[in-house]
């Protein structure tokens, strides 16, 4: 399958996601957006929406397969594959991935408290996530084992 029609069909299937969200038929406007470590964003969001809410965002890459709670893959297996479990990346822009892959990018999460842990046959990305509107901290980690 061609790339370019990869993305219409994930944006086919992002833009039902946010329909569902309603009970009406509402504007849903499409976009691809450049994100870290080369990936693309592909973006389906309603622009009249309550901010917070009628957004749905996967990563993809150079192939076309796509990561995040939306993809075909999870997050750990973007870091296997691109064997961040021996070598981590840059940990401030895993952030920003983490925050696209698993929050739709617009998760509030503490730009200080993170870091990198690693593991005998595993990485662990620790990082904090405020919830919004009590201010409360919750403490995460992703874990990608190694293949």
């Not at 994930?10 to 450049?34: F, S």
């Not at 990561?67 to 064997?83: F, M, P, S, T, W």
Request: charged residues 30%; positive net charge; proline residues 5%.
């Amino acid at each position: 399958m061609k790339l370019t029609r990869k993305v219409k069909k994930v944006q086919e299937a992002l833009v039902a996601m946010v329909q569902k969200e309603y009970r009406h038929a509402v504007e849903v406007a499409v976009r691809e957006e450049p994100g870290p470590f080369g990936l693309k964003v592909v973006v389906a969001c309603n622009p009249k929406a309550h901010p917070g809410t009628g957004m749905k965002k996967v990563l993809m890459d150079e192939e076309g397969t796509t990561y995040g709670v939306h993809g075909e893959k999870e997050l750990a297996d973007l870091i296997r594959q691109n064997g961040w479990v021996q070598t981590p990346p840059d940990a401030k822009d895993f952030l920003k991935l983490v925050n696209l892959a698993c929050f739709e990018g617009i998760g509030k999460l503490a730009d200080t408290e993170f870091q990198f842990v690693q593991k005998p046959s595993a990485l662990e990305f620790h990082f904090v996530k405020i919830e919004h509107p009590s201010g409360k901290r919750i403490r995460m980690v992703i874990t990608a084992r190694a293949a």
